[in-house]
């Protein structure tokens, strides 16, 4: 192993992201899903938040048309909580542009919290879907919640709207959080709270350097937030329970177009037809790093149910070859784990079924058999982010903003995920500021005040 090697290996315990990940995604960042996190409340255990990101390496200071939510993508939250790769649980967002005064270039002509001088602003609906029927809206267009404003620079944003290096949020952030009943939710920029030496990983690995730096310190992401009380989640609408079956959910967040555009030389595009997937999202790293060029945009487009056809690059994945060729990290070949499929059934148990010593699998559960109390449904393997509601602990059992889910996803792909060794990428969140509450992520930074990190990429 290179003496330099950053990625050594540590007999310490771990607390990946899909940033243009695929080609056809790279080119729509509205809808290009960075991160996913879901994760049992630590302000409140009976409650589960969800976090989705779009927009990656966004620059704080991309004026005048600053980065927002796109009206013509549908953002989308799933829960699977039997365990088949159908979702039984589904949050949607929607969202909608106002443009006050369209004769100037600016964002905003004073202050971005007053509303008579914020020229550009969003407005969301959420709704809730559970088994395919429409059973809650949390925002109308009646009575617009607004969308949380770019955090433009020092002179737009007045003290204390937001606070980029604390971890209590500004006013601002404050303000648009929605409280309806028991859920909360908050859409709007957040600071990149994921980490990683992204020009050297994507280097040939170049990761043998001392001095790795984070190279995505100083961007912002926009994030949707919600949290729901976790008997909204479970299948029996009970407390989740060791043992009872109703202790595991599955998530993944997707993204939709419009099947049709229509473009006009004298206008504004016209979107029309049925709703078609473009991006889906459950554990980091997976279609960045595990799936091949060519299914790429094949994986954004397919549903959990239909994994099987890409077992094969779980089971023989490439990433542990580059690491032993590139990096002396041994590649630890096939692990039989007793499934039958054969390859790396580690990482099956890990990533696509849940792994019975990580919590994420209930222990009445095998692959290919029935689910328990759900006849004619069969338990199956497919790519989303487990969680165990009684034991959430950080990825792969869920995950929570600050997990550092590049270390635990090389860890994995050098078989040594459930033995405590880990797998250092040698990038650390230094310079990050998560909140201590809702919606955890680090308020914005700003257009004219960010890390000396920061890199302006193309």
Do not use: C
């Not at 889906?280 to 279609?287: E, I, K, Q, S, T």
């Amino acid at each position: 192993m290179p003496t330099l090697l950053a990625l050594a290996l540590m007999a310490t315990n771990a607390h990946a992201s899909s940033h243009r990940e695929a080609p056809g995604i790279a080119l729509d960042p509205a809808a290009d899903l960075t991160d996913f996190y879901a994760f049992v409340s630590p302000e409140d255990p009976s409650k589960v938040v969800f976090i989705l990101n779009v927009q990656p390496l966004e620059a704080p200071g991309g004026g005048p048309n600053f980065h927002r939510f796109d009206d013509d993508v549908f953002y989308k939250i799933h829960v699977d909580n039997e365990g088949d790769g159908l979702e039984d649980v589904t949050f949607g967002f929607q969202f909608h542009t106002y443009v006050e005064d369209d004769s100037t270039f600016l964002y905003n002509v004073g202050s971005v919290a007053d509303p008579a001088t914020l020229n550009v602003h969003q407005s969301m609906i959420a709704a809730r879907w559970d088994d395919g029927v429409g059973t809650r809206i949390y925002a109308r267009k009646t009575n617009p919640w607004m969308v949380a404003p770019a955090n433009v620079g020092v002179v737009s944003v007045p003290a204390g709207g937001y606070a980029p290096e604390s971890s209590t949020p500004g006013t601002l952030t404050q303000a648009a959080i929605l409280v309806d009943g028991d859920t909360r939710i908050f859409a709007g920029p957040r600071q990149e709270g994921f980490y990683v030496d992204l020009e050297r990983t994507f280097d040939l690995l170049n990761l043998g350097n001392p001095d790795n730096t984070n190279t995505l310190l100083g961007y912002n992401v926009h994030s949707i937030a919600i949290e729901v009380p976790i008997t909204s989640l479970t299948r029996d609408g009970m407390p989740a329970m060791s043992g009872s079956g109703n202790e595991v959910i599955a998530a993944w967040a997707t993204t939709e177009r419009r099947r049709t555009t229509n473009r006009y030389s004298g206008g504004a595009d016209i979107s029309t037809g049925d709703w078609v997937q473009v991006a889906r999202l459950g554990n980091p790293l997976v279609n960045e790093a595990v799936i091949g060029l060519g299914d790429k945009d094949r994986f954004n487009r397919s549903q959990p149910a239909d994994d099987i056809q890409f077992l094969g690059y779980v089971t023989n994945p490439l990433l542990p070859v580059y690491m032993d060729l590139i990096l002396g990290i041994p590649d630890p070949g096939p692990h039989d784990e007793g499934l039958g499929i054969g390859g790396r059934e580690d990482l099956v148990l890990a990533f696509l079924t849940g792994h019975p010593a990580l919590g994420t699998m209930p222990a009445a559960y095998s692959l290919g058999g029935a689910i328990p109390g759900e006849p004619g449904k069969v338990f199956g393997a497919y790519e989303a982010l487990r969680m165990n509601l009684t034991t959430s602990s950080g990825f792969p059992n869920g995950r929570f903003v600050s997990d550092d889910v590049t270390d635990v996803a090389l860890s994995a792909m050098a078989g040594l995920l459930i033995n405590g060794t880990t797998v250092s990428d040698g990038v650390d969140a230094t310079g990050l500021h998560y909140l201590d509450t809702f919606p955890w992520l680090g308020d914005p930074w700003a257009g004219d005040d960010h890390p000396a990190g920061y890199h302006d990429l193309p």
